[in-house]
């Protein structure tokens, strides 16, 4: 095929329609610093084992360097004919430094470039979203910090359970996110192996040191061996998981506002710059942003799906097939990236409205499971203190009364253990008081858990 790198053997030129099917150049293209990259400590290796002169391995630097410089300028354009990143770059650099160009590629396959250019791009992604999600974190850890003492119902079945505070629902927030730092903190680690030298697929008679390469690029070691090198796609697919538990956690979080701001909890206010309007009901006031990094999920989850199954039946070691996963992994990394910088904003935006979370728990029936827990306390059995409460409320509801309303008496009858000041225990506050224990709701048992998370941010 006339034209192409890999033209020698073939009679034809490639038809148009193929060269556009094949093509991963439009989107390959964001992996070209990346590419440059690994070109670089391809070039300094061979020139270290002297398959380059010292002439020619900077003449070959520094074609590449002002190739990054051409491409951040957009002074180069690509097409169709380039196939993908790795033959654009390559073309550049003929076209710059002429015919040493075409001693970069010694010992060195697309396959084991692509796999490079990808450990590169994930580990610069990684460290992007942990960012990020270190500033999603701050803001819970903000906003839980200024609201210690705001009681509300914690639900369960979307139904009033027990009393906790905004501190502490917010704070089980930041544990998500914490857990999704460690996990790219630790998924990175094997997307720290350098494929670089595995060649097609076999390796190369040269004598690469692909130490050296890996070092260069900051690499911690390299696959001990070059099938699996060129093969391995697990990194890309454990980040987009990563990311799709990240995108969950978004969604999650996106519901319950969702659901709080709208009239029937009215909990939280958007702020106007974070919400959006009807184009025919002028009283809307939408909550777009938190609908989309909910909407916006499925797409996450989708790419998951997606690479799964793309490397389910792939014999070794490269296939075509594998330059499908790039479209997924930018899709996934767009995605959640673009909700985890929308999130932390719109978190530090928000107005809460405590006195309504304040009403809304202040329902004596959340506190039934107190009742119930200090006649244990009292050596009554949990089941027949459960009970005991649970005739109680049968009683409370069907005479009309709050539990809160009833006599010492009435709570007498249904279980002697029962002591008038138990009475008091039917607040919120008192209820949330109670639960001191670690990771509970109580003030103490808050300021220790906050102080863990300043911890664990700090120690990052
Ligand atoms: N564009 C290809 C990909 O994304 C690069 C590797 C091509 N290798 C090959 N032998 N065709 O996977």
Known sequence: APGKLWGGRFAKRTAEVVERYTASIPFDVRLVSQDIRGSIAHVRMLARIGLLTEEEARLLEEGLRKIEDAVRKGEVRWTYADEDVHMWVERLLHERVGPVAGK????????????TDLHLYVRDEVRRARDMLTDVRRALLELADAHRDVVLPGYTHLQRAQPVTLAHHLLAYFWMFSRDAERLADLDRRASWSPLGAGALAGSRFPLDRFFTAAELGLSTVYPN???????RDFVLEFVFALSLVAVHLSRLAEE?????????AFVELDDAFA???SMMPQKKNPDVPELLRGKTGRVVGDLVALLTVLKGLPLAYNKDLQEDKEALFDAVDTVLA???VTAPLLRSLTFRTDA????????LLCATDLAEVLALRGVPFREAHEAVGHLVAYALASGKSLRDLTPEELLRHHA????????LLSPEASVAGRKL???PAEEAVAEQIALARRTLEEE
Do not use: Y
């Open 257 to 265: 506002l969702i659901l709080w701001s709208s009239q029937e909890f």
């Open 357 to 364: 979370m304040r009403r809304a728990a202040d329902d004596p």
């Open 226 to 232: 070059s099938l699996d090198a060129v093969s391995d």
């Open 339 to 341: 909700g985890l910088e």
């Open 417 to 424: 253990a029962f002591r008038p000041e138990d009475l008091k």
């Open 104 to 115: 970069l590629h010694t010992g060195r396959s697309r396959n084991d470039q692509v796999a």
């Open 276 to 278: 959006t309007g009807s």
């Open 438 to 440: 670690f990771g509970g």
